[in-house]
């Protein structure tokens, strides 16, 4: 199937880059569908000390809703541990103020930001209005955020970046 994206995690070896694993959306225990077009791992970015790899599925339908798009985050723990699924986020998940819509294409762009007393995830829907950038906080209690643009603006969000 073309463009159903996967995404390969290399280690370090004697200053040498090995293969470690490889997964889609068609390996064992990641959630949804592999299926033509989704471009699994579009984008990436390690969040959370580190240890969380977010995978941007910016063309993933979420129930009826074609191009949605979704992020799945992936545990990566010990070269010796196996990968952990974790469930998707998607653009009407807690701690997003935002909805799901046909086309938002939510992840296609991804940033993680560790501070002294947060650590951030942002996730953009370039396709949502003129583009939203939502900003997920690591902390349990924190009230939805999102950038939007300055009026006039399009497309806001087609690149984050820490």
Do not use: C, K
């Amino acid at each position: 199937m073309a463009d159903t994206g996967s995404v390969t995690l290399f280690s370090n070896r004697s200053e040498r880059f090995v293969p470690r694993t490889a997964f889609s959306q068609a390996t064992d225990g990641v959630p949804g569908a592999n299926e033509a077009g989704d471009r699994f791992g579009y984008s990436l970015t390690f969040g959370h000390g580190a240890t969380t790899l977010l995978v941007g599925i910016p063309t993933e339908n979420v129930g009826s809703v074609v191009n949605a798009g979704a992020v799945q985050p992936v545990r990566v723990p010990g070269t010796q541990s196996p990968l952990q699924f974790l469930p998707a986020i998607i653009e009407n998940a807690n701690g997003t103020a935002g909805a799901l819509g046909a086309g938002n294409q939510f992840g296609r762009s991804l940033a993680a930001l560790s501070g002294q007393s947060e650590d951030l995830l942002t996730i953009s829907s370039v396709y949502a209005g003129t583009g939203y950038v939502y900003v997920l906080s690591g902390e349990p209690d924190a009230a939805p955020r999102s950038w939007v643009p300055a009026a006039g603006a399009g497309r806001f969000g087609w690149a984050v970046t820490n």
